[in-house]
Every structure is written in structure tokens, then in C-alpha cells.
């Protein structure tokens, strides 16, 4: 037997198991191989002080809906830490900020105002013409009868010199127009039957929010904001309108979707049809009022059927699951249009207060479905911060990346 051979075959016996031993350890002391984290390493856990705004700063602003309680108690630090954005939930809407002809409320959209400035935080304006919360003053003469529609668009003329006027340099983004488009399924009916369109005998009053508003504040942009904007049937009336004011010149800068989604909708394709639609214009998005419910539609019993609520079984882990994965879905979309998404904001701060939870938890029981049915009021859960303003597993899935 030859030595060299048999030490050779030693070597071979002993050394390759020692060499993949050391290989092995090598490998898994190399930060890169570690087991991957419920989130990437160098992020969040080891980052205590970046929120949000800091992991999408090379993306988008992150926003927040806030109203003034929030700015003065314990929101308020996490709103400084999460987001460079805010809107006002309320408190700049015609009827809140302009309840009769010579009354503005300007205090609490002052305090928003100047909380954000204070903070260096952008302003998106919240809104300058819209069916509900509306100023209904504007709609009546001194008699009671409508009024004429030449006097309705200088009462909106008026009201928006004064409103985006005041805040022209601070407030950098408007929602002149919100949800004009009709909801219904009838694909003939592109506008929504509101006391503007009706006494303006059509959509002339769409445009002239518009061009008043950018005569008011010419840096301001001006979007056009309405909810389920990935629905097949609104999605298309709602870009037959922005392609409308496109070829006519208004001065538009892009459409507000804003997203108050479901654990299943939008569906991936429909959020990127959406966006490759509204994009083919040359219109910016902004996701303006995000949320993601884990309430399901609740289909009406039938007429006289007894309701008898379902107990609600709160943010279960399947529930919790599948809101992981809408908003993940949601983000890594988000990230894959930056150069046309212009800002993504939260509607509302946490889970502790939404406004879903004041119908029903996002349930289209109560007064949302017609009235038929019980209401439940059921928490949605929608956020990235739980009751308790800590952040939900959720948000590792929107700053992982
Ligand atoms: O301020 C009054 C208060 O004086 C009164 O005592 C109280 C009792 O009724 O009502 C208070 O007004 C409420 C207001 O929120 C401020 O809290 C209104 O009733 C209530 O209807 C209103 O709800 C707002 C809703 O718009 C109105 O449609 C929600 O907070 C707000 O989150 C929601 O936001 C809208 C966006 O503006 C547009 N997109 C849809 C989104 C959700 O509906």
C-alpha cells in the first residue's frame, strides 16, 4: 500500500469534513447569511429613532389625517417621529371652516397649520368642494329657493380666494374636488347627482374649483380625490373626467386615490391598471386617506330578515395575516411607481380612534347600507399603529424592504 496514497486518503478522511466545518461557520457568521429577521437587518429594531418618513425618504412623503385633538396629547410625538406630512381631517371642509357666508372658522385649521409649519411638516389642504360637510348656506338664496348658478360659482370663488388664499406658501397640496364621480354601476352617469352638479346643471363647477384655486395659490398642486378609484367601473369614470380637464387645460396636477381598501381589494392588478391609466395623463397620484380595514363587506339580510349581530371576533391572526400581506402588496407597488406617487398618507393615526369605527367598524351595516341591517359597531383595525399607538407587525412589512 502506498503510505502517501493511504495518508493521502487520511487526509482527505479527516481534512474535507474540517474544511466544511470551517466553510459552514464562515457562512454563518456572515451578517448577510444570518436567518432572515421578521425584518431586514440595519432597519427598525436597530434603528430606533427612523419612522416611516425616514425609510421612504428617497420615495414619497408619509402623511397622517390628523385633527387638533391630535397634535396636543400623545399623537402627536408619534406624528413627529412617522410622518413628514399631515392633512386635516375635518377642520378645513367648507361646512367646518366656512358655516355661514361672513363666519370662518379659522382656529383649529390655524392650529393644524401652524403645528405642521412648526414641525416642518408639508400640508396637504382638505377640501375645497365637496358634497358632504358641505357649506349649505351656499345652495340657498335669502328666500330659500336654490340659488342661481352664477351666484353658487361666486360663492365658491369666494369661498376659495379666502380659504387657499390664507394658506398660500403652506399648504403645498390641495384636494380641490372630492368625489364627484358617481358611485353607481350604470356606466352612463359619469357625475355624481350632488347639489353642485344640480344647480350647476352639470360638471361646470368641477373646473372652476379648479382654476379658482390655482388663481388663489398658483404654487399650490391641485388634485382631484374620490375613493374606489381601482374599481373597473368607477376607475373609468373617474378617468374620462381627468382626461376631460387634461385636454382642456384646467390646471390639474394629478388624482388623490384614496384608498380606504379591504383585506381583498384592491386586487395587485387593479391598484397597477389604476395607476397606469391615471399616469398615461401625465397626472401625479397621491394616496391620500389610506386604510386597510380587516372588515368584510357584510352583505344586507333580506328586507325584514332579523340581524342578529355576529359577536365581532377583533383583530384575529388571520385577520392580522392578511392585512400584513394587503399592505406589503400595497407598498412594494407604491415603491414600484415612485417617480409618479407624490405622497402616501394615513387616514387617521391609529387603531385607537378610526373613522371607520364610527360605522360599524368598516361594516357596510348601519346607515352605510341603506339602514337595514344592525349596527355593529365593530373596530377596523386599519392602521399601522395599534390602541396603544405601538407599531403592528404591519408596519415591519411596509419598512422591510
Ligand atoms: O364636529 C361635530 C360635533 O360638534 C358634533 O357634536 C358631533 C356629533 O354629531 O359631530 C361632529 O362632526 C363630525 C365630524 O366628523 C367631526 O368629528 C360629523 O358628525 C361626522 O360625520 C364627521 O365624520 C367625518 C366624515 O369624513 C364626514 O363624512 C370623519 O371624521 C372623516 O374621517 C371623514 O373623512 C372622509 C374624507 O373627508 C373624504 N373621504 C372619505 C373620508 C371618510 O368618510
Not at 409649519?117 to 408639508?122: A, D, F, R, V, W
Not at 398642486?221 to 380637464?245: A, C, F, G, M, Q
Not at 386586487?267 to 389604476?274: V, Y
Amino acid at each position: 500500500m502506498n503510505f502517501s496514497a493511504v495518508n493521502k486518503k487520511a487526509n482527505r478522511v479527516f481534512l474535507l469534513p474540517a474544511i466544511a466545518i470551517i466553510v459552514l461557520s464562515l457562512v454563518q457568521c456572515t451578517p448577510k447569511h444570518q436567518v432572515a429577521s421578521s425584518f431586514k437587518a440595519g432597519t427598525t429594531a436597530d434603528d430606533p429613532n427612523k419612522g416611516l418618513k425616514d425609510y421612504y425618504k428617497s420615495y414619497f412623503p408619509i402623511g397622517v389625517a390628523v385633527n387638533t385633538a391630535a397634535l396636543h396629547g400623545p399623537d402627536s410625538a408619534l406624528i413627529v417621529k412617522e410622518f413628514n406630512s399631515v392633512t386635516a381631517e375635518n377642520d378645513m371642509k367648507m361646512g367646518p371652516i366656512h358655516p355661514s357666508e361672513n363666519v370662518y372658522n379659522w382656529k383649529n385649521a390655524d392650529d393644524i397649520v401652524d403645528f405642521a409649519t412648526s414641525h416642518h411638516i408639508k400640508i396637504r389642504g382638505h377640501n375645497l368642494c365637496w358634497h358632504n360637510q358641505e357649506a349649505a348656506w351656499m345652495f340657498k338664496g335669502a328666500d330659500g329657493e336654490p340659488v342661481t348658478k352664477e351666484l353658487l360659482l361666486k360663492r365658491l370663488k369666494d369661498h376659495i380666494f379666502a380659504v387657499a388664499g390664507r394658506y398660500k406658501g403652506k399648504i403645498y397640496a390641495w384636494d380641490v374636488v372630492n368625489e364627484a364621480v358617481d358611485d353607481s354601476n350604470d356606466t352612463t352617469q359619469i357625475y355624481r347627482k350632488s347639489n353642485w352638479y344640480n344647480i350647476c346643471n352639470g360638471p361646470d363647477f368641477i373646473e372652476a374649483a379648479f382654476r379658482y384655486a390655482h388663481e388663489a395659490d398658483p404654487q399650490a398642486k391641485l388634485y382631484y380625490n374620490d375613493y374606489n378609484s381601482e374599481h373597473p367601473v368607477k376607475r373609468e369614470k373617474i378617468y374620462k373626467l381627468l382626461k376631460k380637464l387634461v385636454e382642456d387645460h384646467v390646471p390639474i396636477d394629478g388624482v388623490g386615490m384614496q384608498a380606504h381598501w379591504k383585506l381583498n381589494e384592491p386586487s395587485p392588478g387593479e391598484l397597477r391598471k389604476a395607476l397606469d391609466e391615471v399616469t398615461s395623463l401625465g397626472l401625479k397620484v397621491q394616496f391620500t386617506e389610506l386604510d386597510i380595514t380587516i372588515r368584510l363587506p357584510q352583505l344586507n339580510p333580506a328586507p325584514g330578515a332579523t340581524t342578529t349581530p355576529v359577536p365581532d371576533p377583533g383583530y384575529t391572526p388571520e385577520l392580522e395575516a392578511k392585512q400584513i400581506a394587503q399592505y406589503k402588496m400595497a407598498f412594494d407597488i407604491f415603491r414600484q411607481y415612485k417617480k409618479f406617487i407624490t405622497n402616501v398618507t394615513f387616514w387617521n393615526v391609529s387603531d385607537r380612534y378610526s373613522w371607520l369605527d364610527q360605522r360599524g367598524g368598516g361594516l357596510m351595516g348601519g346607515a352605510a347600507a341603506g339602514g337595514n341591517t344592525t349596527r355593529m359597531v365593530k373596530k377596523a383595525y386599519p392602521l399601522l399603529f395599534d390602541e396603544n399607538r405601538q407599531r403592528k407587525k404591519a408596519y415591519w412589512s411596509v419598512v422591510g424592504f
